[in-house]
């Protein structure tokens, strides 16, 4: 049961029976969903890019024969292909020391990983996409797009309240808050299919390495880093919010994804920061808790990851005395 056609084609039924009980619309489905994509990268990252492949042709057939064609089509495109993507990247290397590698005196054997940073890059980047393949199918156009999502908030939320809407309040004084909402739509999707896709990949690269399974070995997430355009994409994608038409709410989705990842590389730096406090988890704690109940804390940690680059947080706070033990926690 070693062959990885084997395990990706198993990984494949489970992911596709996850993705399909998301139909019934229960709670439990809907907290089901979001490890979707756990046994494609356990397939993956333990056996190989063969075994995630045949995870997603796998997956794809089955969603399309349980639901219908369109939503295989679906699941390979915003979990299949992904999934096959980001662990062939995970799993490329070449000796350290080779041509462009960082350590030009490596021990022999040693090799050099796909950075973590360039990973997530990615992660961003298909993520704005699945936000943005999102969009046309609630309409071409702004008018229609608004349209569609006034009459799926009926539906969904105004006709299952109990009692109506509270006394004093109808849908024109909720105008502008649904107004929000429908603007927020693309990268309120970026950003979760983008923590879904970060937490099940985080996951199972530590299920295949406490297993023994894994094929490349934990990476130091210490000084983690993107690529220079990864800024340039975001500042780019804000300006691109204030395009007319659908461009805009298209760039909204992009937005989202790029400060979901600036929020990670701030997350990186304050761990890093806090290593040496003695309260260092009652600190790690309440921030995690802000983070959660205030939206600004979020912003603020996105920017320290912004301007980290610049301020060299990280390698000022590592060069006060010897650097600690790798901790990526």
């Given at each position: 049961m070693?062959?990885?056609l084997?395990i990706?084609?198993?990984?494949?039924?489970?992911?596709a029976?996850?993705f399909a009980?998301?139909?019934t619309?229960?709670?439990?489905?809907v907290a089901l969903?979001?490890?979707?994509?756990?046994p494609?990268?356990?397939?993956?990252?333990?056996w190989g890019?063969?075994?995630?492949?045949?995870c997603a042709?796998?997956?794809?057939?089955?969603?399309?024969?349980?639901?219908a064609?369109?939503?295989?089509l679906g699941y390979?495109?915003?979990?299949?292909?992904p999934?096959?993507i980001?662990?062939?990247?995970?799993l490329?290397?070449?000796?350290?020391g080779?041509?462009?590698?960082?350590?030009?005196?490596?021990?022999a054997g040693a090799?050099?990983w796909?950075?973590?940073?360039?990973?997530?890059?990615?992660?961003?980047?298909?993520?704005?996409?699945?936000?943005?393949l999102?969009?046309?199918?609630?309409?071409m156009?702004?008018?229609t797009?608004?349209?569609?999502?006034?009459?799926?908030?009926d539906?969904?939320?105004?006709?299952?309240l109990?009692d109506?809407?509270?006394?004093?309040?109808?849908k024109?004084q909720?105008?502008?808050?649904?107004?929000?909402?429908i603007?927020?739509?693309?990268?309120?999707?970026?950003i979760?299919?983008?923590?879904i896709?970060i937490?099940n990949?985080?996951?199972?690269?530590?299920?295949v390495?406490?297993?023994?399974?894994?094929?490349?070995?934990?990476?130091?997430?210490t000084?983690m880093?993107?690529?220079?355009?990864?800024?340039?994409?975001?500042?780019?994608s804000l300006?691109?919010?204030?395009?007319?038409g659908?461009?805009?709410?298209?760039?909204?989705?992009?937005?989202?994804?790029?400060l979901?990842?600036?929020?990670l590389l701030?997350?990186?730096?304050?761990?890093?920061?806090?290593r040496k406090?003695?309260?260092?988890?009652?600190?790690?704690?309440?921030?995690?808790?802000g983070?959660?109940?205030?939206?600004?804390?979020?912003?603020?940690v996105?920017?320290?990851?912004?301007?980290?680059?610049m301020?060299?947080?990280r390698?000022?706070?590592?060069?006060?005395?010897?650097p600690?033990?790798p901790?990526?926690?």
């Open positions: 070693n062959s990885p084997l990706g084609i198993g990984a494949g039924l489970v992911s029976v996850l009980s998301t139909m619309g229960s709670l439990l489905a969903f979001y490890i979707t994509a756990l494609g990268f356990l397939a993956g990252l333990g890019t063969t075994a995630a492949m045949a042709a796998t997956g794809a057939a089955l969603a399309a024969i349980l639901l064609p369109l939503a295989g390979f495109l915003t979990i299949g292909l999934i096959v980001l662990c062939h990247l995970a490329l290397a070449r000796p350290a080779e041509a462009g590698g960082d350590d030009t005196n490596a021990a090799m050099q796909y950075p973590p940073g360039r990973i997530i890059a990615w992660v961003v980047v298909m993520a704005g996409g699945v936000a943005a999102s969009v046309p199918l609630l309409g156009d702004v008018e797009y608004r349209a569609n999502i006034h009459q799926i908030l539906k969904v939320f105004f006709a299952n109990p109506g809407l509270p006394p004093g309040f109808d024109e909720m105008a502008p808050v649904i107004e929000l909402l603007r927020a739509l693309p990268a309120a999707s970026a979760v299919w983008f923590a896709m937490l990949m985080w996951s199972a690269a530590k299920i390495t406490v297993s023994g399974r894994a094929i490349r070995p934990w990476p130091d997430l000084m880093s993107y690529p220079g355009p990864l800024a340039l994409g975001f500042v780019v300006l691109g919010i204030f395009t007319p659908i461009a805009g709410i298209i760039a909204t989705g992009f937005a989202g994804a790029f979901v990842a600036y929020l701030g997350l990186v730096v304050l761990h890093v920061l806090a406090s003695p309260f260092r988890h009652i600190m790690l704690a309440s921030l995690y808790l983070i959660l109940l205030f939206g600004w804390a979020a912003l603020l996105a920017m320290i990851g912004i301007g980290d680059p301020l060299k947080l390698e000022r706070s590592l060069a006060k005395g010897a600690p033990p901790d990526n926690d």
